[in-house]
């Protein structure tokens, strides 16, 4: 398929080009014109967070974003005249906006510290969530102007809408910082691998191009499957790094056989047949890879999946179509910018790295293939070892943001005058008759049994909408919100106090949200599906390497070796973020847990993307055994002839991937390291010593197949590149004679 993609593309060149473009503007336009339609947070959490959300939803109940102004000072108390006269300002400033539904002074609601020096001005504001984000700047710079006036006291503000309004700027900021590193990154990485500015710009380009049609392609199919801004940010991630990739490595093979003396269509044919077929392998199992975040039922890792799979789908489409059509108009010009110092660096570290750095690696791994499996083995075992005490949670605001954020600085002066879960658990309860006095007791008895349970704090609120027969009771939990005493409190208030109080009322319906009651919801998800997702993953991986390369040991030793790499990318994750060592050097601390949806998100991304390198690989492999190499001979072929290219592509991910490191979010550096350490593991400590050590050990083994699953579809390499000089063109013919003028000419790669 994929040689004959690439000889019709030759064939077609114009068509293939102009056809590229027009798609993607026509894709990108109409993706921008239809919008964006994004998950709604009744379908971004499962279980009882989900029903209250969907329950306040369809009665038209939206949750006000409210905000908490704290006055502070260390030598007044709230009953001194200046402390009152800066709550009074407070007060009149926010009515002064025009932006809130209600302002409560702390006079009136008791909101008081224990020792009299704090007091919080509770605000709610006009509109929805999203109006609240983009009208709370008012309300911060009137808060801003009065503690302008008052030096001596502290005057801050800290609520569900200015916190938003930071992450959403934040993460604009973020996301346009990763674009403007990554892609002159990849580009300066690209310039090195090829050392001309055309052959460099090029996957670049594409890679580019193909981001661009799947966001509007992402952006069309939101109507059915609704994306989000997690999405947005893996896209870019997943797609700059594969379709440089996938590019990098079609462009290098053809190359290569140019040097080696075939002419353009010759050269191309071998690519089509052999990189290209590598990058289609590559393609299908990523894709297969993120379809099995589908099984989650989370629509937030279901529109991870879908923008992933359609940015992976349009990067191949590209490597395969347009790429071979544009090699076939550029010709040899595609060395054109040469850069002289680069290429002369280029060609000495090309001939260096081809012989004595892998001859190095390799001679000692083929000796003694038994000595370095174990070395290997038990590197990478001990790097996994922490995995462990991985603790997995949906990481807190104060947890979610870097180090001396004012943010996080405000909510821990919120926290220590006012001890306690800074957000509470609610209660959504749907009755028949909501003002019963049957259920007019039980809410009593439910606030009651809170207060006195030891577990929970007040003040507990009661908010009763008659005319939707709906009450929310917000109840403070005990502990920081994620921690154990915060879930213990949690299960308490879910298990015991509202089936012993609003239950007991027949047709009463009463889930409990809230973000503590979200992050165990999700956890409990992730468990369940964690061992559905990987059985899935591993298993059409091991079936798909199976028909690939119709060998049961290479399928085996694929997903062996990326389970290893992905275990001692979890464990590194879990000892620098959740354990803190190292983290000071990213810019972070440790924060006690790994953000729930990372793990699994690693998981499935890295068992595709590290399936690039071991098909690019073990197909050299398999063609040196082909053409009648023994099997070590093939291997050492292999991996020689694939150490330029693997290197560079690895390079490049491990880039892109670091970008994301040094983000913002604490969710993002996560990703991005946990990405980054498992494609550096994975093109070194696996492809350089453990894939060697372990086929050298299995030895003819490697290609065994046994006679029962002959039924099996032979997806495998088909013909045997021939010699140089008896390839055949992409259109089927014998090559042309070169042209006298350039019959000597010096093809370097």
């Known amino acids: 398929m994929a040689a004959a993609m690439g000889a019709w593309s030759a064939k077609h060149r114009k068509t293939a080009v102009f056809g590229w473009l027009l798609f993607v503007v026509l894709v990108a336009v109409l993706g921008g014109l239809h919008g964006s339609t994004e998950v709604t947070e009744s379908e971004a959490m499962p279980g009882q967070v989900s029903r209250a959300a969907k329950i306040l939803d369809d009665a038209g109940i939206k949750n006000p974003a409210g905000e908490t102004v704290l006055v502070q000072s260390t030598t007044q108390t709230a009953d001194a005249p200046v402390f009152r006269a800066a709550v009074a300002e407070v007060v009149a400033a926010v009515n002064g906006t025009g932006r809130a539904a209600a302002v409560h002074s702390p006079y009136d609601t008791k909101a008081v510290s224990g020792d009299g020096h704090s007091a919080l001005v509770q605000v709610t504001l006009k509109g929805d969530h999203d109006e609240a984000v983009k009208n709370v700047q008012t309300v911060l710079d009137a808060v801003a102007g009065v503690q302008s006036k008052h030096p001596d006291l502290t005057v801050v503000e800290l609520g569900d809408a200015s916190s938003g309004k930071w992450l959403q700027d934040q993460f604009a900021n973020d996301f346009a910082r990763a674009e403007w590193t990554a892609v002159p990154l990849a580009l300066g990485i690209l310039l090195i691998a090829f050392g001309a500015l ?81 990058v289609l392998v590559s393609g299908v199992t990523v894709v297969v890879a993120m379809a099995g975040m589908f099984l989650t039922g989370i629509a937030d890792f279901q529109a991870m999946a879908f923008a992933t799979i359609v940015v992976v789908v349009t990067a191949v489409l590209g490597s395969l179509t347009v790429l ?100 509470p658990a609610t209660v959504v309860v749907k009755a028949t008759d909501i003002g019963s006095p049957a259920m007019t007791a039980a809410l009593a008895d439910l606030k009651a049994r809170a207060l006195a349970s030891g577990r929970m704090h ?54 409990v949200t809230g973000r503590t009651a979200g992050s165990y919801d999700f956890n ?35 997903v062996v070796l990326n389970l290893l790499s992905v275990g001692a990318a979890y464990g590194v994750l879990t000892l620098v973020f959740q354990h803190g060592v190292g983290a000071s050097l990213l810019g972070t601390a440790g924060v006690g847990a790994v953000e729930s949806w990372v793990p699994l998100f690693l998981f499935v991304i890295l068992f595709g993307l590290s399936m690039d390198y071991h098909v690019f690989v073990v197909s050299r492999i398999k063609e040196g055994r082909d053409r009648g190499l023994p099997t070590r001979a093939a291997i050492a072929h292999g991996i020689r002839s694939t150490a330029g290219v693997v290197t560079s592509a690895a390079v490049i991910m491990v880039g892109v991937f670091a970008v994301f490191g040094t983000l913002s979010m604490q969710a993002m550096k996560q990703m991005g390291v946990g990405l980054a350490v498992a494609v550096l593991i ?68």
């Open 682 to 749: 994975d093109a070194t400590v696996i492809r350089a010593v453990l894939l060697p050590s372990v086929m050298s050990l299995l030895g003819e083994r490697n290609w065994y197949l046994p006679r029962w699953l002959n039924w099996l579809p032979d997806l495998s390499h088909g013909e045997a590149v021939p010699p140089v000089g008896t390839a055949r063109t992409l259109h089927g013919q014998a090559p042309a004679a070169p042209a006298e003028g350039n019959r000597h000419r010096r093809v370097e790669v």
């Open 524 to 558: 409990n998800q992730m468990t369940d599906a964690m061992p559905v997702v990987l059985g899935f993953v591993v298993a059409f991986a091991f079936l798909l390497m199976l028909t690939s390369f119709r060998s049961l040991a290479v399928a085996a030793t694929a």
């Open 324 to 423: 071979p059509a544009l090699l076939s108009m550029l010709g040899d010009r595609v060395d054109k910018g040469r850069l002289p110092l680069l290429s002369r660096l280029r060609r000495r570290d090309t001939a260096e790295a081809g012989g004595r750095f892998w001859n190095a690696v390799l001679t000692p791994v083929l000796r003694r293939p038994l000595a370095a499996t174990l070395l290997a083995g038990a590197f990478l075992l001990g790097l996994a070892a922490p995995l462990l005490t991985m603790h997995t949670a949906n990481l807190t605001f104060q947890q979610q943001l870097p180090k001396g954020n004012e943010l996080v600085a405000v909510s821990q002066k919120i926290n220590d005058a006012f001890p306690g879960s800074p957000a």
């Open 198 to 278: 055309v052959a460099a710009v090029l996957p670049v380009v594409l890679a580019l191009t193909a981001f661009v049609a799947a966001g509007g392609l992402v952006a069309l199919g939101s109507g059915l499957l609704h994306t989000s801004n997690d999405a947005s940010s893996v896209m870019l991630l997943v797609g700059l790094a594969v379709g440089v990739d996938y590019c990098l490595f079609y462009l290098r093979r053809e190359r290569e056989e140019r040097a080696a003396g075939r002419d353009l269509d010759g050269a191309l044919a071998v690519a089509a047949a052999t990189s290209g077929r590598a």
């Open 458 to 511: 007040g003040p507990v609120d009661v908010t009763v909408h008659a005319d939707k027969n709906i009450a929310v009771v917000d109840i403070p939990l005990n502990g920081t919100g994620n921690d154990d005493t915060s879930t213990a409190a949690l299960k308490t208030l879910r298990e015991e106090l509202v089936p012993a109080t609003v239950l007991k009322v027949p047709g009463t319906e009463a889930p």
